[in-house]
């Protein structure tokens, strides 16, 4: 999809764009929906055979390097959620141990 817009420039900004910004999009982005197809193709195979598979389900064309970024990105995102969990301790033990056993 390509969207032409103007850009105007201000005073204070070099760049405006208002037609984008109204839209909510950012030029080159991505939605979340299609950052997680890439993922997923991204992660299955290779970054040039799921830019076959982004073709073949959705009709459009995508670079291995926006395959690549995507899935490279949201790799990095799970290892440190992974890091947030193995740094915390796997059992919490009391530091004193119980003042009487007793049998039964």
Known sequence: ????????????QSYVRPFLKRL???PRGRSSRLERVLTDF??????G??????REHYGFDIGASAVRAA?????????EQL????????????????QQVTER
């Open 49 to 54: 055979r799921a830019t076959e598979s982004v």
């Open 24 to 26: 909510g999009v950012s």
């Open 83 to 98: 890091e947030k969990v193995y740094a915390q301790a796997f059992r919490l033990l009391p530091k004193v141990g119980a």
């Open 42 to 47: 991204g992660s299955e195979h290779s970054f």
């Open 1 to 12: 999809m390509q969207v032409r817009d103007r850009i105007w420039r201000s005073p204070t």
């Open 71 to 79: 899935t490279l990105k949201h790799a990095q995102r799970a290892r």
